[in-house]
């Protein structure tokens, strides 16, 4: 019965910071992409390293001196991350790589595979998944990323099935065989680098 408990307990932490991270995602997402359009890349780029800096600030403060403050949010971090920078700065940076390289749309689309493919393979893979394919990553959860990640391609894509299909591929199979590295940098540079090569061969512009 506590075992029960704890597991139920252990499962709706790790949904909250899931979904945590997916609507902390969509914001900077939203947030950059409004900047850009109404001012331009470069400044939105800017304003992105200004919320690095500041997470890099808290990060700082979180490990260094853990003030009893921080102590509510806990439950948004693993334990290993207790006493080591957070997957949020891997995200970040990721973010700014990617942006920074690529077109806004192929950039777009990757890192929105991401936070929506993580989100759906973690919430199904925990709720439903029992089969492992390696480690916590398990068949169903890889499924419902894949098809997360291609209605996202569909939405945003939807003219591009060549370049969204092989995205939504790649995003799911780096997302399965991430393990020491954090998925939050591999995920989302691999997609949009994989897209980025397609929309050449495939001469698209946007």
């Known amino acids: 019965m506590l075992f029960r408990r704890r ?3 252990k499962i709706l932490a790790e949904l909250l910071r899931k979904s945590w991270h ?3 995602g969509l914001i900077l997402i939203t947030g950059y992409s409004l900047v850009a359009l109404n001012y331009s890349k470069e400044i939105a780029l800017v304003a992105v ?10 990060e700082h403060v979180r490990i260094e001196y853990k003030p009893r403050l921080f102590r509510a949010i806990d439950v948004l971090f ?3 991350e207790f006493n080591q920078p957070s997957s949020m700065l891997s995200f970040i940076i990721s973010f700014i790589i990617i942006f920074a390289v690529f077109e806004h749309m192929i950039a777009f689309t990757a890192m929105l595979m991401m936070i929506a493919g993580d989100a759906f393979s973690a919430g199904f893979g925990m709720l439903f998944g029992e089969k492992k394919i390696r480690g916590k990553k398990t068949y169903v959860g890889s499924f419902a990323g894949l ?3 291609l209605i996202v391609g569909w939405f945003v894509l939807t003219e591009y099935p060549q370049l969204f299909i092989p995205m939504a591929l790649t995003a799911t199979v780096i997302e399965t065989l991430t393990n020491k590295l954090d998925d939050n940098l591999t995920v989302p540079v691999s997609t949009a680098f994989v897209g980025y090569l397609l929309s050449i061969i495939w001469h ?3």
């Not at 390293?49 to 808290?58: G, K, N, R």
């Open 22 to 24: 997916f609507f902390a």
């Open 7 to 9: 597991k139920r307990l």
């Open 49 to 58: 390293v200004v919320v690095l800096l500041a997470a890099m600030e808290f």
């Open 78 to 80: 693993r334990k290993k």
């Open 147 to 149: 098809i997360s990640n």
């Open 204 to 206: 698209v512009n946007f």
